[in-house]
């Protein structure tokens, strides 16, 4: 027999390369074999890694999809921050006035300077008497500067008091101003007379003739003024800044 050649053994060994394929290729090349960051998405089959090829910990957020993860758990509290600015100065203030021109509710600091006051005459002789011209008037004083300040007043229901005496309280009775205690006008003005164009009203008693007293004008339903048996109870709010406010010091 003839010795083989060496070109017979290079035969060989081509044989056994081919026919190993791929199974040597994958027995032989490593993470060693591949360039770093040569490798793509394209060379990677779909859904081929799982979450056992993956290190635990090494995905973040930016790896994800908005919404695909689960919302975590707040962290805790940070430290308070500074405290900020203070709230504007409260903007209302009321009262209540009985029939009788008694205050007998209100948030604070209103007093009475004059209700339904009989004055002196200062009618030059001869002349009808005026000392009733400011009966029918509750003159109160707010103890602020009413200048940049709103005064509302209404009329305020009293149907546990017959009024009129037709022993009708639930102001049903039929008829014009046949339910005064549920009926009537009103009007309220500052103090402090400033002339003939001027806002402020003419008060008539001496201690409301300033810009911290108002006056309050409770009349019947037809305008006429109103008397000891039908006096009407009412409300006050003063509205706007209120930061001048100074508290009486009387008790």
Known sequence: MRRPTPSFYISVAALVVATSGTS????????????????????????????????????????????????????????AGPAGPAGADGTGRWLLVDATGAIVAQSGGFEVVAAYPTLANTAPA?????????????????????????????VALQNTVDQNGDAVTSGRAPGADANPEFSGEISASLCSFAGATGIPTNCAPAAAQNNTSFVVSPRNSDGSVTTTTSRKRFYVVITGDSSDYVAPTTP
Do not use: C, H, W
């Open 126 to 154: 001869g002349s009808p008497d005026n000392s009733l011209r400011a009966n029918g008037n509750v003159y109160i004083d707010a103890n602020e500067d009413l200048s940049d300040n709103g005064i509302l007043a209404t």
């Open 24 to 79: 040597y290729a994958a027995m032989t090349i490593t993470g060693a074999d591949v360039r770093n960051g040569s490798l793509t998405g394209q060379d990677i089959a779909r859904d081929s890694i799982g979450s056992a090829k993956i290190t635990d910990g090494s995905l973040k957020a930016k790896d994800f999809k908005d919404g695909q993860l689960p919302a975590g758990e707040a962290g805790p509290a940070g430290p």
